[in-house]
């Protein structure tokens, strides 16, 4: 595993399944992120995000990167995880500036009532590290997008996973379910026909979507009528 220190924490990159997945520790924190995904984050530093939601904490190493990287104002994680994660815990006792929630699935109405609560002036960046499935990110999306200020990012990371080889095979783990590229075509498709989607930038590691100005339409992401008549089949 790789490993890096920043002010005295150390972070391990460790991108092994969760169940053989290292546990963070008191100033010890597994970051599940590739170095290209961390580069991406490093690349944001100038503008230094100041109110940050994270969706899907993991072992909370990424809630603690963020907040050595960007210097945060408000930091939230949420996860549905009902067992807090000790070392986070511990590293927020000083900290009022970061709140942690958990028992919360990222598509459920109690998710959104806590990104509001907590960014009552909105959000410079979302990320979702959380499912990776297309039906709860794009509910997530919907719910939480209009909270981002204008110029915002929000950011999903981990899109491509039914691309992967070990997604190919018939009996597969999540054969069945449909590919989270459908969103990413989808808000492709949006950033043509409505200005609040200003930009969408992918790569294979993440998708990030620029806050443009004005809100979703109420139909929000669908996307039919600007198809010409033709379908979108999901994937």
């Known amino acids: 595993m790789q490993n890096f220190s920043i002010d005295g924490v150390e972070f391990l990159l460790d991108h092994r399944p969760g169940p053989q997945r290292g546990r963070s520790e008191k100033d010890r924190f597994i970051l599940v992120k590739s170095q290209r995904v961390l580069d991406f984050y490093e690349s944001l530093k100038p503008s230094a995000p100041k109110n940050i939601l994270e969706i899907g904490m993991a072992e909370g190493g990424s809630l603690v990167y963020y907040d050595k990287l960007f210097s945060p104002t408000t930091l939230v994680g949420i996860d549905i995880r009902k067992d807090p994660i000790e070392a986070l815990e511990i590293y927020r006792e000083s900290r ?5 929630f958990y028992g919360r699935s990222q598509d459920m109405p109690h998710t959104r009532a806590a990104a509001q609560s907590s960014f009552p002036d909105g959000i410079d960046l979302v990320v979702d590290d959380a499912s990776h499935l297309y039906e709860k990110t794009l509910a997530t999306f919907e719910s ?30 999540w054969s069945n379910r449909p590919a989270l590229t459908n969103l990413v075509f989808t808000l492709v498709v949006m950033s043509a026909v409505c ?17 443009g100005k004005g809100v979703l339409p109420p139909s929000k992401l669908d996307i039919g009528g600007f198809l010409r008549g033709k379908q979108l089949a999901l994937i």
Request: overall charge positive.
């Open 195 to 211: 200005r609040v989607i200003e930009q969408v930038t992918v790569n294979d590691s993440l998708v990030q979507i620029r806050k």
């Open 96 to 100: 009022p500036h970061i709140r942690t």
């Open 144 to 173: 939480l997008f209009p909270l981002v200020r204008s110029g915002g990012l929000y950011v999903i990371e981990d899109w491509a996973w039914s691309h992967r080889p070990a997604y190919q095979a018939a009996d597969s783990t």
